[in-house]
């Protein structure tokens, strides 16, 4: 994926975007994984280092390796993370390792972004040792679901839905892993539904995911205006509807993905 794809910006507003992202969402992405100790790891797609940098508090044993393609994203995880994880530039969909090197490949959010996702999991399974697993956490946006009367969050989300496929990924990736994964003759196969984003589930966390959720929709707006789709009056509709969101608790928002588990 080139950067100028990424419809969420690039810079310092955006790098702190994904760290408060992958902290927020960190007791489902992060949380209920599991390695053996001293795994070498592949994080494929580690964009700014945010997952790499949790998975090295949560596993310190572990050896981490990160490949990114985007210049800005990856500096800013050389600059954040310690000498110990290796990060490398490259391109997922050839990943620059030998046969048989890592216990686990993972993939966070990023298969959403690429315009052949079979492929960067054939690479991934070709890295991954007989017995490794590679562990692939994606996105399903059909599943974003407001309760009440929230007009332009759904117009929104449907926009960054349509801007994402025209880019070349698929904002509906989770759904399509169990097939892929079939396709690639992996073996041990599990798929298994998340939530990351649940405030019927977790009440207590509603406001920190509907204030994620509004962070989310706006990093997206830049692209949305230059490209003609939105005007600075519907940014101030977005917001104000989330405000309005915020205070009615009636209001629920959920948001599913999908994690797939095989080996090759």
């Not at 030998?98 to 993939?107: G, M």
């Not at 801007?163 to 759904?175: K, L, M, T, V, Y």
Request: proline share 6%.
């Amino acid at each position: 994926m080139a950067e100028l794809d990424y419809i969420h910006g690039y810079g310092s507003v955006e790098e702190q975007r994904l760290l408060d992202q992958a902290r927020i969402l960190a007791p489902v992405v992060i949380g209920q994984l599991n390695f053996p100790e001293h795994a070498k790891v592949l994080e494929v797609g580690c964009g700014v280092g945010a997952e790499l940098e949790l998975l090295l508090e949560n596993f310190p044993t572990l050896s981490l390796t990160g490949i990114e393609i985007g210049h800005s994203h990856l500096q800013a995880a050389k600059n954040r993370l310690p000498d110990r994880v290796t990060l490398v530039q490259g391109d997922a969909k050839s990943l620059p390792f030998p046969d048989h090197t890592f216990d686990t490949v993972l993939t966070i959010w990023v298969l959403e972004h690429v315009d052949d996702p079979e492929q960067v999991m054939r690479e991934a399974l070709r890295v991954l040792k007989p017995d490794g697993r590679l562990i692939c956490t994606e996105v399903d946006n059909a599943t974003m679901r407001f309760s009440g009367q929230f007009p332009m969050i759904q117009y929104w989300w449907q926009l960054f839905n349509a801007q994402q496929a025209e880019a070349g990924g698929d904002p509906f990736i989770g759904r399509k892993l169990l097939d892929l994964a079939l396709g690639l003759s992996a073996r041990d196969i599990e798929a298994t539904t998340i939530k990351p984003v649940s405030s019927i589930d977790n009440p207590a966390k509603r406001i920190e995911f509907l204030d994620y959720l509004e962070e989310l929709f706006i990093s997206g707006a830049e692209h949305l205006q230059q490209s003609a789709l939105i005007t600075p009056e519907m940014l101030k509709e977005l917001k104000s509807e989330f405000t309005r969101a915020k205070a009615d608790p009636t209001a629920q928002c959920e948001y599913h993905g999908v994690r797939l588990i095989c080996s090759p």
